[in-house]
């Protein structure tokens, strides 16, 4: 269980910088999430944490130790890859053992860690097979079984998920989160899916061209959003947004709508976020709508309003049915909502 | 734990592509470049003899050393190469040879083309009944020594009253050529969306409508390297051409070789390199401008399938 | 554009014969030109034909008369030679030029230009160059020997038992290049990600290449295989060229010899069950190289 600092490090390739004097401490223990639209750098970053990339600028510590110039196989570190990178020719046994081996580790030791990793992933019965024999699930867990036998302090994890269909990605997510548990190691992991993210995460780590937008917990990261950018790219439906003003009492005023704030806030032009399950469809709300697209997921419905030319999503649960053009009546829930600045796109 | 001294460089690109790295001027980077050097000298050596022996006069050539430049330039070995040895019964030069060349090339790269884009067409895209066997057949043939195939057809072309002539050796190069033209045109329409075919058909197209309208428009890439591959293997046959073309019509190469294994007297050697560069300059010229294409052909023709 | 819906009568040719008329050329090809040949000469290696084609059956004759042939015994024995180290040679260089590219050198592109390009030359005028660079006194050795080996001489052209190694030389010079070519791009087609992992695991790089990389280019060595093979068995114009199959016949090789016999010493029999015997090693190749690729990509279900 080690721990993983970064310190004001920078990456550039091929003349662009990357990443720029970024700060973040992994505590020990802890499953951090880098999560990001593609080309925000989170891969980049893993990659340098790794060693497989060289950084500009800064230090990489791990343990305590200065691990920035250090060789990946130096580092005390696992690595599982998006498209697994099992040596197709050699044997699920082979995989696990190939790097044990080329280190130089006494027969025993190998035998010991790759029956103990077998035993927790329950791949016992897939030792003899060839990779080109195994279902992508399958591969997956071999691919974290070829980290685990390092018995490394660190585990990174590069998209381990992306390439299967839904239903085995939240198998494995699972699955992943019950490793995690059960092992107690540090995890560092990579993703641009918000559910991976939110559900697997003690913290996200939630980045965009090159820069960290916000560190938080899940709910931190979902609830009080550091800017516009966290709060549009966690949650789907997307948090609706609604360009307006605060006035000197608190209210926010838009076209449409108009809504009494609860917290202190500067007044000016601002941009209110609110998520679809905190507009609530009532008979006697304050603001009135109109249906234009009803979404049936199963169980909750997603209701596109239109309010006064402004275009918001509300979830519902319960069976009652909408139809589109039907006019009805909502209200927004303040306690749950948050303010961007205008220009900036900060929290306020 | 390792210590280096260097400060890291801009290493590799992306994550999608990590080669092991390497630090600039380690004793390793620098054995390959001496092996890659040393490689590349070994590989132009003879082009750069050729070039040089044919450049010399004879006195030079017996004198000197074989790697040494010219003393004293001269284009005459060049001018007597194209004009005035002596290629079995007239002493022309080996133009001849040149025109015979190019008159057997166009019409066996052009017919070949032509008839293996059809095959690849009928093949990728109508899949007949057992057409995949004949085409394996058709491929299993490429591999067949030519020795085996050379006195029937001989005797067949005889018996047409062609043996000897121009179309003679260029049904020969259209028999040999089509396997790999055929396996060219194939893959390429095999990687062609399968849904434009359907399309087509929907718009009321027949077979050969789809072909000139759909197919052919978009095959410009591969038509090119098939060219460049059939221009060059044409080029450069000595056993068909010899064999087939008749007297009237011997191609360059077959020429070339008469002009240097059948000298009597003296040997003109830098006439003799004069004329083999001659006789290389086209395919090498092709190559040397259309490289990419090139390598493109060999990939796609040599992996078979 | 609405049409009548109306019972339409079918066209002059159906759609569905057109694609059998258009493949005609190709089954004519392969059923005359190729089958047909085939068939001819095997059964005329079992005649007595010698100027012309004979119809008088005599067994297997030819065969016997051809082992006994002590031309086609050294033409066998030097293909055999011959084919082992120019397939070796070829692997091997051509598998190192492609390592040593994929090593982010610069000048990349200029390197394969210079080590592909030889195969864009005839195997005549690569036979004539390399004949001209291997002649003793004025070739090559002259060159050694004035830089200081006086006495250096360089004679394996008209050496009997090395002019078959010249052969080797020239068409090995040729053809490393295309292996190259092939084998880089096998060497690209290689998940990125391997390496990552390899160096994760510490792995140093030629045990990588050795231990990984090379059991996952088995595709495409076996290609290439079969590509030299091939042209082994083809050998010809460049014998031609370097040694006319001399000294003497010392660097014979079975197509020449067939070809000789064809047509300067019109022993028609006897050169068709050469040319059958030739067929031998091809088919060999060829059987467990289709069978393979047929049982492959029948697991992975293409059409």
Same mark, same amino acid.
């Given at each position: 269980?080690?721990?993983?600092?970064?310190?004001?490090?920078?990456?550039?390739?091929?003349?662009?910088?990357?990443?720029?004097?970024?700060?973040?401490?992994?505590?020990?223990?802890?499953?951090?999430?880098?999560?990001?639209?593609?080309?925000?750098?989170?891969?980049?970053?893993?990659?340098?944490?790794?060693?497989?990339?060289?950084?500009?600028?800064?230090?990489?510590?791990?343990?305590?130790?200065?691990?920035?110039?250090?060789?990946?196989?130096?580092?005390?570190?696992?690595?599982?890859?998006?498209?697994?990178?099992?040596?197709?020719?050699?044997?699920? /046994?082979?995989?696990?053992?190939?790097?044990?081996?080329?280190?130089?580790?006494?027969?025993?030791?190998?035998?010991?860690?790759?029956?103990?990793?077998?035993?927790?992933?329950?791949?016992?019965?897939?030792?003899?097979?060839?990779?080109?024999?195994?279902?992508?699930?399958?591969?997956?867990?071999?691919?974290?079984?070829?980290?685990?036998?390092?018995?490394?302090?660190?585990?990174?994890?590069?998209?381990?998920?992306?390439?299967?269909?839904? /239903?085995?990605?939240?198998?494995?997510?699972?699955?992943?989160?019950?490793?995690?548990?059960?092992?107690?190691?540090?995890?560092?992991?990579?993703?641009?899916?918000?559910?991976?993210?939110?559900?697997?995460?003690?913290?996200?780590?939630?980045?965009? /061209?090159?820069?960290?937008?916000?560190?938080?917990?899940?709910?931190?990261?979902?609830?009080?959003?550091?800017?516009?950018?966290?709060?549009?790219?966690?949650?789907?439906?997307?948090?609706?947004?609604?360009?307006?003003?605060?006035?000197?009492?608190?209210?926010?005023?838009?076209?449409?709508?108009?809504?009494?704030?609860?917290?202190?806030?500067?007044?000016?032009?601002?941009?209110?976020?609110?998520?679809?399950?905190?507009?609530?469809?009532?008979?006697?709300?304050?603001?009135?709508?109109?249906?234009?697209?009803?979404?049936?997921?199963?169980?909750?419905?997603?209701?596109?309003?239109?309010?006064?030319?402004?275009?918001?999503?509300?979830?519902?649960?319960?069976?009652?049915?909408?139809?589109?053009?039907?006019?009805?009546?909502?209200?927004?829930?303040?306690?749950?909502?948050?303010?961007?600045?205008?220009?900036?796109?900060?929290?306020? | 734990?390792?210590?280096?001294?260097?400060?890291?460089?801009?290493?590799?690109?992306? &994550?999608?592509?990590?080669?092991?790295?390497?630090?600039?001027?380690?004793?390793?980077?620098?054995?390959?470049?001496?092996?890659?050097?040393?490689?590349?000298?070994?590989?132009?050596?003879?082009?750069?003899?050729?070039?040089?022996?044919?450049?010399?006069?004879?006195?030079?050539?017996?004198?000197?050393?074989?790697?040494?430049?010219?003393?004293?330039?001269?284009?005459?070995?060049?001018?007597?190469?194209?004009?005035?040895?002596?290629?079995?019964?007239?002493?022309?030069?080996?133009?001849?040879?040149?025109?015979?060349?190019?008159?057997?090339?166009?019409?066996?790269?052009?017919?070949?083309?032509?008839?293996?884009?059809?095959?690849?067409?009928?093949?990728?895209?109508?899949?007949?009944?057992?057409?995949?066997?004949?085409?394996?057949?058709?491929?299993?043939?490429?591999?067949?020594?030519?020795?085996?195939?050379?006195?029937?057809?001989?005797?067949?072309?005889?018996?047409?009253?062609?043996?000897?002539?121009?179309?003679?050796?260029?049904?020969?190069?259209?028999?040999?050529?089509?396997?790999?033209?055929?396996?060219?045109?194939?893959?390429?329409?095999?990687?062609?969306?399968?849904?434009?075919?359907?399309?087509?058909?929907?718009?009321?197209?027949?077979?050969?409508?789809?072909?000139?309208?759909?197919?052919? &428009?978009?095959?410009?890439?591969?038509?090119?390297?098939?060219?460049?591959?059939?221009?060059?293997?044409?080029?450069?046959?000595?056993?068909?051409?010899?064999?087939?073309?008749?007297?009237?019509?011997?191609?360059?190469?077959?020429?070339?070789?008469?002009?240097?294994?059948?000298?009597?007297?003296?040997?003109?050697?830098?006439?003799?390199?004069?004329?083999?560069?001659?006789?290389?300059?086209?395919?090498?010229?092709?190559?040397?401008?259309?490289?990419?294409?090139?390598?493109?052909?060999?990939?796609?023709?040599?992996?078979?399938? | 554009?609405?049409?009548?819906?109306?019972?339409?009568?079918?066209?002059?040719?159906?759609?569905?014969?057109?694609?059998?008329?258009?493949?005609?050329?190709?089954?004519?090809?392969?059923?005359?030109?190729?089958?047909?040949?085939?068939?001819?000469?095997?059964?005329?290696?079992?005649?007595?034909?010698?100027?012309?084609?004979?119809?008088?059956?005599?067994?297997?004759?030819?065969?016997?008369?051809?082992?006994?042939?002590?031309?086609?015994?050294?033409?066998?024995?030097?293909?055999?030679?011959?084919?082992?180290?120019?397939?070796?040679?070829?692997?091997?260089?051509?598998?190192?030029?492609?390592?040593?590219?994929?090593?982010?050198?610069?000048?990349?592109?200029?390197?394969?230009?210079?080590?592909?390009?030889?195969?864009?030359?005839?195997?005549?005028?690569?036979?004539?160059?390399?004949?001209?660079?291997?002649?003793?006194?004025?070739?090559?050795?002259?060159?050694?020997?004035?830089?200081?080996?006086?006495?250096?001489?360089?004679?394996?052209?008209?050496?009997?038992?090395?002019?078959?190694?010249?052969?080797?030389?020239?068409?090995?010079?040729?053809?490393?290049?295309?292996?190259?070519?092939?084998?880089?791009?096998?060497?690209?087609?290689?998940?990125?990600?391997?390496?990552?992992?390899?160096?994760?695991?510490?792995?140093?790089?030629?045990?990588?290449?050795?231990?990984?990389?090379?059991?996952?280019?088995?595709?495409?060595?076996?290609?290439?295989?079969?590509?030299?093979?091939?042209?082994?068995?083809?050998?010809?114009?460049?014998?031609?060229?370097?040694?006319?199959?001399?000294?003497?016949?010392?660097?014979?090789?079975?197509?020449?010899?067939?070809?000789?016999?064809?047509?300067?010493?019109?022993?028609?029999?006897?050169?068709?069950?050469?040319?059958?015997?030739?067929?031998?090693?091809?088919?060999?190749?060829?059987?467990?190289?289709?069978?393979?690729?047929?049982?492959?990509?029948?697991?992975?279900?293409?059409?």
């Amino acid at each position: 269980m080690s721990n993983v600092h970064l310190r004001k490090l920078s990456i550039t390739l091929g003349g662009k910088p990357i990443i720029r004097e970024l700060d973040l401490n992994v505590e020990p223990g802890e499953f951090l999430v880098l999560l990001g639209p593609s080309g925000c750098g989170k891969s980049t970053l893993l990659h340098s944490i790794a060693g497989l990339i060289d950084a500009s600028a800064g230090s990489i510590e791990i343990d305590g130790q200065d691990m920035t110039l250090a060789d990946p196989s130096e580092r005390g570190i696992g690595m599982v890859f998006q498209s697994y990178a099992l040596y197709p020719t050699m044997t699920v /046994k082979d995989n696990m053992s190939f790097g044990l081996k080329m280190a130089g580790t006494p027969k025993a030791e190998i035998a010991r860690r790759v029956g103990r990793a077998a035993e927790m992933l329950q791949l016992d019965a897939l030792l003899s097979r060839k990779p080109a024999q195994l279902s992508g699930g399958q591969r997956q867990r071999v691919a974290i079984g070829r980290a685990l036998v390092r018995e490394a302090g660190v585990f990174l994890f590069d998209e381990p998920l992306s390439n299967l269909d839904a /239903k085995l990605r939240a198998e494995l997510r699972r699955e992943l989160k019950l490793l995690h548990a059960r092992l107690g190691s540090t995890m560092i992991y990579v993703t641009h899916d918000q559910v991976e993210a939110m559900t697997l995460a003690t913290r996200i780590v939630v980045m965009e /061209k090159g820069a960290v937008q916000q560190i938080g917990t899940p709910a931190d990261v979902y609830e009080r959003p550091a800017n516009r950018f966290v709060a549009g790219f966690l949650g789907a439906p997307a948090m609706n947004f609604i360009d307006g003003e605060i006035d000197l009492h608190q209210r926010f005023s838009a076209r449409g709508l108009a809504l009494a704030l609860r917290q202190p806030v500067p007044a000016g032009a601002a941009t209110l976020g609110v998520r679809p399950e905190h507009v609530r469809i009532e008979a006697d709300g304050p603001l009135a709508g109109a249906v234009t697209l009803v979404e049936p997921m199963g169980n909750h419905q997603v209701l596109w309003l239109d309010c006064g030319g402004q275009v918001l999503s509300a979830i519902v649960h319960g069976p009652d049915v909408y139809t589109a053009g039907q006019a009805l009546r909502f209200g927004i829930d303040a306690a749950r909502v948050s303010l961007f600045d205008a220009a900036s796109g900060g929290r306020l | 734990m390792m210590a280096q001294t260097t400060l890291a460089t801009p290493a590799v690109q992306a &994550p999608a592509v990590a080669r092991p790295r390497r630090r600039r001027f380690t004793p390793a980077r620098i054995g390959i470049y001496v092996f890659l050097f040393g490689a590349a000298l070994f590989f132009l050596l003879p082009l750069y003899v050729m070039a040089v022996t044919s450049l010399k006069g004879m006195d030079e050539i017996r004198a000197g050393s074989i790697l040494a430049l010219p003393g004293a330039w001269t284009v005459e070995p060049w001018r007597q190469a194209w004009s005035e040895v002596c290629t079995g019964a007239s002493c022309e030069g080996i133009r001849g040879g040149f025109w015979n060349s190019v008159r057997i090339t166009l019409p066996s790269t052009i017919l070949p083309i032509l008839i293996g884009a059809v095959n690849g067409y009928a093949l990728s895209f109508w899949r007949p009944r057992g057409a995949n066997i004949l085409f394996g057949v058709l491929l299993g043939g490429a591999f067949i020594p030519v020795q085996v195939m050379i006195y029937p057809l001989v005797r067949l072309l005889a018996g047409a009253g062609i043996f000897g002539s121009l179309p003679a050796i260029v049904l020969v190069h259209l028999v040999f050529g089509m396997p790999v033209m055929t396996l060219l045109f194939r893959n390429y329409y095999a990687s062609l969306p399968q849904e434009l075919f359907h399309a087509a058909r929907i718009d009321g197209g027949g077979f050969w409508r789809i072909f000139l309208h759909v197919v052919l &428009p978009l095959s410009t890439p591969i038509i090119v390297v098939a060219a460049i591959m059939q221009v060059t293997g044409v080029w450069n046959d000595y056993i068909l051409g010899l064999v087939f073309a008749g007297r009237d019509n011997l191609p360059m190469t077959v020429q070339l070789n008469n002009v240097i294994n059948t000298t009597t007297g003296t040997r003109l050697y830098n006439v003799n390199m004069a004329a083999t560069i001659l006789t290389a300059l086209v395919p090498l010229a092709l190559y040397f401008f259309s490289g990419r294409w090139f390598v493109r052909g060999i990939a796609a023709g040599a992996v078979k399938g | 554009m609405s049409r009548p819906i109306r019972a339409v009568r079918v066209r002059s040719l159906t759609p569905a014969v057109k694609p059998y008329l258009a493949l005609l050329p190709m089954a004519l090809t392969v059923i005359v030109a190729y089958l047909g040949t085939m068939a001819w000469t095997l059964r005329t290696s079992f005649t007595a034909s010698r100027t012309f084609a004979s119809d008088k059956f005599i067994g297997l004759a030819q065969y016997e008369r051809l082992f006994d042939n002590e031309r086609w015994m050294l033409s066998l024995h030097n293909l055999a030679l011959y084919g082992v180290l120019f397939i070796l040679a070829c692997l091997v260089i051509g598998f190192l030029l492609a390592v040593f590219i994929d090593q982010n050198v610069s000048g990349e592109g200029v390197l394969r230009t210079v080590f592909l390009y030889p195969y864009a030359m005839s195997f005549v005028a690569t036979g004539l160059v390399w004949q001209w660079l291997l002649t003793p006194g004025t070739g090559i050795d002259g060159t050694i020997a004035a830089l200081g080996f006086p006495g250096f001489v360089f004679d394996w052209i008209v050496d009997q038992d090395m002019a078959i190694y010249t052969i080797v030389i020239a068409t090995v010079w040729q053809s490393a290049g295309l292996v190259m070519a092939l084998m880089l791009a096998g060497l690209r087609g290689i998940d990125a990600d391997i390496w990552k992992a390899a160096r994760l695991d510490g792995i140093p790089v030629w045990r990588v290449y050795l231990s990984i990389i090379l059991p996952m280019l088995w595709p495409t060595i076996a290609t290439v295989f079969l590509l030299l093979a091939t042209s082994v068995v083809k050998l010809f114009d460049a014998v031609v060229a370097m040694t006319q199959g001399g000294p003497g016949t010392a660097s014979e090789v079975p197509a020449k010899f067939i070809m000789d016999h064809l047509f300067l010493r019109s022993n028609i029999g006897l050169a068709s069950a050469g040319a059958i015997m030739l067929l031998v090693p091809v088919v060999a190749l060829l059987a467990p190289y289709a069978y393979a690729r047929s049982r492959r990509s029948r697991a992975r279900g293409h059409a």
